[in-house]
Each structure stands twice: as structure tokens, then as C-alpha cells.
């Protein structure tokens, strides 16, 4: 398949949007292909990153150096 294909169940799975069945593709997929694997874990970072950015930004945050900045005001 297309990286295409698995870039839009991967994005789905992620947002836990994904079918039944398109979870049990993925997972096979997964499985089987480690192009798909490594697609996979590489989204699966970019996704846990955004979502523990400031609200709206977009950006990454060191939460380590926000801790320690945040204690220094």
C-alpha cells in the first residue's frame, strides 16, 4: 500500500477515530512491515509531542526546563 493509506489510518488510530478494521490493519500491517512500524512509531512521537504543547502554539516544551524556569520567578 501507499504511505499515504497508512499515513491517513495512523493519523486516525492516534486521534481514536479508526475503524475496527482499520485498526486491524494497521496492527497487522505493523507487524508484518517495518516501514509501516518505524512510520508509525515516527507519527506516534510527533502526535505525543503536539500534545503536550502549550494550548495553541503548536510548539515543543522541555516541561524539565519549564519546571525549573517557572520555580526561578
Known amino acids: 500500500m501507499k ?14 477515530v479508526a ?3 482499520e485498526v486491524a490493519e494497521l496492527s497487522a500491517a505493523i507487524e508484518a512491515d517495518e516501514s509501516v512500524r518505524s512510520h508509525y512509531v515516527q507519527m ?3 502526535h505525543a509531542a503536539l500534545a503536550t504543547s502549550p494550548a495553541g502554539t503548536g510548539r515543543v516544551v522541555d516541561r524539565k526546563s519549564t519546571r525549573l524556569n517557572s520555580s526561578h520567578k
Open 44 to 46: 506516534a512521537r510527533v
Open 19 to 21: 475503524t475496527i478494521d
Open 3 to 16: 504511505p499515504e493509506h497508512w499515513e491517513s489510518i495512523i493519523a486516525k488510530h492516534l486521534d481514536g
